[in-house]
């Protein structure tokens, strides 16, 4: 069982996103992701052009200290993608000092047992498993096209089983009106579980202010670097 950890950053900040947007967390962020999204906003995990030198190695203990320190209402685990590693002393971990475990995955591998909730955020280059859309608290569905929503619930056979399914434009394009308006008409012709959108924490650059957050790598790719 792995209980050390490849971490690229970690962070107090509150959750940009979703259902607990606004609510102060504590972001473990974990090195590695074999999705490789044409457009990803965390390719420092990842890409040759932007992974750090030297990547910190953590234990699950120490990790759960360093998050309890900062008296977070909850832990997000993010990437990358977290769940190509196994998260389970990790999880056992955060559970011993006291604190909830969020995840942010884009579905396609297993989801350990043990989080209290569970953001799905499935990703064209490696589509989700139909288990992990069944456990999702919520979706985010990355609106990169105005055709975007209707091919993903095609995907999904038409119907989705979250009761939330977020509608965030790819950030790249959030001020494309043909993005904007696509999910404002989808939320305004289907209602739930559409929910329509938005990366809060990017215009306050609240990750940010931590000293142990990274810059983040070129929003919606470097086409320098071939993403
Ligand atoms: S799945 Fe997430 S971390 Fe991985 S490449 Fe795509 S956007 Fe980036």
Same mark, same amino acid.
């Given at each position: ?23 102060? =967390?504590?972001?473990? &962020? ?6 490789? %999204?044409? +457009? ?8 040759? !052009? ?5 990547? &910190? $190695? ?19 685990? #993010?990437?990358?993608?977290? %769940? ?5 002393? @990790?999880?056992? =971990? ?8 969020? @995840?942010? #995955? %884009? ?6 047992? !043990?989080?209290?909730?569970? #953001?799905?955020?499935?990703?064209? =280059? ?13 979706? $985010? ?10 091919? +993903? ?6 119907? +989705?089983?979250?009761?939330?399914? +977020? ?7 959030? =001020? ?7 999910? #404002?008409?989808?939320? $305004?012709?289907? !209602? ?26 070129? @929003? ?8």
């Amino acid at each position: 069982m792995a209980d050390v950890y490849p971490v690229n950053e970690t962070f107090l900040s509150w959750q940009g996103e979703g259902v607990h947007l606004g609510r102060k =967390a504590f972001f473990i &962020r974990l090195q590695g992701c074999p999705v490789k %999204c044409a +457009w990803c906003d965390s390719a420092s995990t990842w890409h040759p !052009g932007f992974v750090p030198k030297q990547v &910190r $190695k953590s234990s699950a203990e120490a990790l759960a200290a360093e998050a309890a320190s900062s008296r977070p209402e909850f832990v997000v685990l #993010t990437g990358g993608e977290p %769940c190509v590693h196994d998260l389970g002393p @990790l999880l056992a =971990a955060l559970a011993s000092v006291g604190l909830k475990a969020h @995840l942010e #995955t %884009c579905g396609a591998y297993p989801i350990a047992r !043990g989080f209290a909730w569970v #953001t799905v955020s499935p990703k064209w =280059a490696k589509p989700p498993l139909a288990d992990s859309l069944a456990r999702a608290d919520e979706v $985010k569905l990355i609106v990169e096209a105005p055709d975007s929503i209707d091919r +993903w619930t095609e995907a999904v056979g038409g119907k +989705w089983l979250s009761p939330n399914v +977020w509608l965030h434009p790819e950030w790249s394009q959030r =001020a494309v009106p043909a993005v904007l308006r696509a999910i #404002t008409e989808q939320v $305004k012709s289907f !209602g739930a579980p559409f929910r329509a959108g938005w990366q809060v924490h990017k215009p306050y650059a609240a990750d940010s202010l931590d000293p142990r957050a990274r810059p983040p790598a070129p @929003l919606g790719g470097d086409p320098a670097n071939g993403f």
